[in-house]
């Protein structure tokens, strides 16, 4: 069956644009995360949506990262005026549900940002 | 705060020998486990999983790891070392409430013939 897809795979941008990062979900999972990894790091948590509510935000870097879902499905992460420390491979991955459980998270391929 | 720490940035063995990557948390109740591996051109695959019970618990391609609670480690073993297992390997820890999952940094494995 389809996994976990992102889009785009690699973006470049110009200091300051906006961007916008998809995320479509393994059909059925209700539980979306997203991640960044930068160069050499682990997994930063950003964002977990349960349905389309995100009930937990804290990892957000600041307020010019945004993410929003849309009936329980897609995702999309939004970086308004970015900044070269916001280049980093962004993870989106879903999961069946969360809480009790503990399910597995399915991870896409990433997109690859780089802010020049 | 909860917190993974993975003290090997990298480690290389040679084919058909044995592994240990070690991992240690901090969490103050019942931590929920996991390791992942990443490779390239594969994403990240969930290895194994602990929740509770067995403190030794097996996952795929011939991984398993061990939950110490006294030592607050949950280290990854394989008994003997593919060329295909070069990756870098992720410890996790999910937090309450279960969805705020906690990475290590990683350990990249590098397998010499």
């Known amino acids: 069956g389809a996994g976990v897809s992102q889009s785009p795979s690699n973006k470049v941008t110009e200091k300051g644009k906006d961007v916008e990062l998809r995320c479509d979900p393994i059909s059925g999972h209700t539980a979306l995360y997203w991640y960044r990894q930068s160069l050499g790091q682990g997994l930063e948590f950003l964002i977990y949506f349960q349905g389309n509510s995100a009930p937990d935000k804290s990892g957000l870097p600041s307020d010019r990262f945004s993410a929003e879902r849309t009936g329980g499905s897609v995702s999309t992460l939004t970086i308004q005026r970015t900044q070269q420390e916001d280049s980093a491979v962004y993870l989106c991955?879903?999961?069946?549900?969360?809480?009790?459980?503990?399910?597995?998270?399915?991870f896409g391929p990433g997109t690859r940002l780089t802010v020049l | 705060a909860q917190s993974v720490t993975q003290p090997d940035i990298h480690i290389t063995v040679s084919e058909g020998a044995s592994l240990e990557l070690r991992c240690n948390y901090s969490y103050g109740a019942t931590p929920y486990l996991f390791w992942y591996v990443q490779s390239p051109g594969q994403g990240l695959q969930l290895l194994l999983k602990?929740?509770?019970?067995?403190?030794l618990v097996q996952g795929i391609k011939g991984f398993e790891a061990e939950f110490k609670r006294s030592q607050s480690s949950f280290n990854l073993r394989k008994p003997s070392v593919h060329w295909s297992d070069a990756a870098v390997y992720l410890c996790a820890v999910v937090t309450t409430g279960g969805f705020k999952t906690i990475f290590g940094a990683g350990t990249r494995l590098f397998v010499k013939a």
């Open positions: 602990y929740f509770s019970g067995d403190t």
């Open positions: 991955a879903s999961s069946p549900s969360s809480g009790v459980g503990y399910n597995e998270q399915f």
